[in-house]
């Protein structure tokens, strides 16, 4: 007679059951919140139903945050996967082992960073008088450049930043995919006189398509996470120029009127929108 | 052998892009504010350790480091204890529930970090733990677990099947397997798992912005506050206290550049 195994049951069920609470209990909590008046000052609070996002709907800031949220996640991906797909290339065709160590290490580091660091090591690089970025500018011209308070180009250079965080570290990971393929199709295209770059575009590149396709869905995850960095760099200025929607929650929930409930209308919106768009992706990539 | 030279000078273009920011940040930690502030940035000056001593003797730094570290450490602790039991569970018993529940610790990471914090702080004001430590450990444990888990899978996926069977013809029962077998073979990965959990709660600012105010602040909420110190950004101080609080991410980054290697080196078995 087999004896049941006890263990998938002791290992799973109070994990699994206090991730439930510590992840619902709050996602039901802000739910609740949205649809009352509630602020930070007063416990008090009374049910208005479904006014805080009719309100929403008439919010200019609302619509221009969410536009801005959603050209970061365009912006950040695409870039990112842009830099770490040349820069894996680049590294798998030019540099030697040892090389590709070193780099590896190095492109390793920014990501490692705190966001906040990041954004303080850049913001003073991009400092409109002092900083490194913005010498050659200030050499050429006599004026100082000033992207971070420019509305045209705030978004782009913390965009910049977040880039400069994970399309390196990527760029790695698109390395060691690389060097995990069975060489005989590169080595055969070689044989065949094929240009470097054609062997990638029509080779490599296709035979990784699902990992990649995985790294993008990541970053795209990831780039949610963009508070610490605009904190930082712009809170959320010039004006509203890099004003995502956490950032609007935030300044709607703690800094200008404590409208917790207002603020969790905002955050229950990103959330709906977050987790369908993000699950039908991820099952449709993983099938 | 000249597009090598090129693609060789391209790439160590995206090194300087690395490199650069980052020494010029170590530089400036150890400049007065005459040097820093010069329309021609200095490369020659004579070092100060006035930021270090000032960032370092001040007590609210002090205050934050124990408080980054007790609640990091302990957040990974319950990540550990709680995560790779889940995780050898999942990876060892693949169906459809374990595969549910797979995608349930993964889709955690959707969530956004307000609609996390806007609600936590709220409960954690009504409960009490708000501006606790014990409040940022339950926060951050939600962080910890599952990402332990999900890390945690491939590395228990990796360990054969032929090992745990011997030792269980040798008369160990499941339990005794996972703690004298399974864990010690898939150690290293692990390891590599911890740190990641370790660097994502220690550079974590969003939650502990919203859950604390004074007596549980993590050092990234005190390293942030410190741009706002009176009229003058004192730029020299905070590069300091950037180049202290990166330390110990960049302290795991072999041990976090080994996990990468040991995961792919295995998808090319």
Known sequence: MRIRN?????????????????????????????????????????????????????????????????????VTVSATM??????????????????????????????????????FVWKFAFHPLYGIITFPYRAITGRPLDVLSDPNSALLAVAFVDVWQWGFFFAVIVLKLLESLPPQPIEAARLDNAKPWEIHFYITLPMLKAPLVSL??????????????????????????TETLDMYAFSQGFIESGNIAYASAIAVIMLIATIVIFTVIWKRVNR | MKSNFFGQTILW?????????????????????????????????????????????RDSVFAALINSLIVCLSAVAIGLALGLPGAYA?????????????????????????????????????????????GMIIAYSLITISITMWLGIPS?????REVEEAARIDGYGPYAVFFWVALPVAGKSLLGALAFSFIL????????????????????????????????????????????????????LGLLSGFLNRAFAQKTR
Request: hydrophobic share 55%; with cysteine.
């Open chain 1, 6 to 74: 006890t263990l998938p049951y002791t290992f799973l069920v109070p994990t699994v059951l206090l991730l439930i609470v510590l992840a619902f209990t709050p996602l039901i909590y802000a739910v609740m919140v949205s649809f009352t008046d509630r602020t930070l000052f007063e416990p008090t609070s009374s049910w208005v139903g479904f006014e805080n996002y009719s309100k929403l709907l008439g919010d200019r800031r609302f619509v221009s945050s969410a536009w801005v949220s959603l050209k970061w996640e365009v």
């Open chain 1, 216 to 241: 993008a869905l990541v970053k795209a995850i990831e780039s949610l996470r963009s508070f610490d960095l605009i904190y930082v760099m712009t809170r959320g200025g010039p004006g509203i120029a």
């Open chain 2, 13 to 57: 273009l995206f090194a300087l892009i690395v490199i650069v920011p980052l020494g010029w940040t170590l530089l400036n930690a150890f400049k007065v504010n005459a040097d820093l502030l010069t329309p021609v940035p200095k490369l020659f000056f004579s070092p100060t350790l006035e930021n270090m001593a000032y960032v370092l003797g």
């Open chain 2, 156 to 160: 228990f996926v990796s360990v054969p």
């Open chain 2, 90 to 134: 999942i990876a060892r018993h693949p169906n459809r529930i374990t595969k549910e529940i797979q995608f349930f610790v993964l889709s955690l990471r959707f969530l956004p970090p307000v609609a996390v914090a806007i609600p936590l702080m709220v409960i954690w004001l009504n409960l009490g733990i708000y501006d606790t430590r014990i």
């Open chain 2, 201 to 252: 709660v220690w550079n974590e600012f969003l939650l502990a912005l919203m859950l604390t105010t004074a007596d549980a602040k993590t050092l990234p909420i005190i390293a942030s506050e410190m741009s706002q110190m009176g009229m003058n950004v004192p730029w020299g101080v905070l590069n300091a206290a950037v180049v202290l609080l990166s330390l110990p991410p960049l302290m795991l």
């Open chain 1, 82 to 119: 842009l830099l770490a797909v040349g820069l894996g290339v680049l590294m798998f065709e030019t540099a030697s082992r040892r090389q590709r160590a070193f780099f590896s290490l190095v492109f390793l580091v920014p990501v490692l960073l705190p966001r906040v660091c990041a954004a």
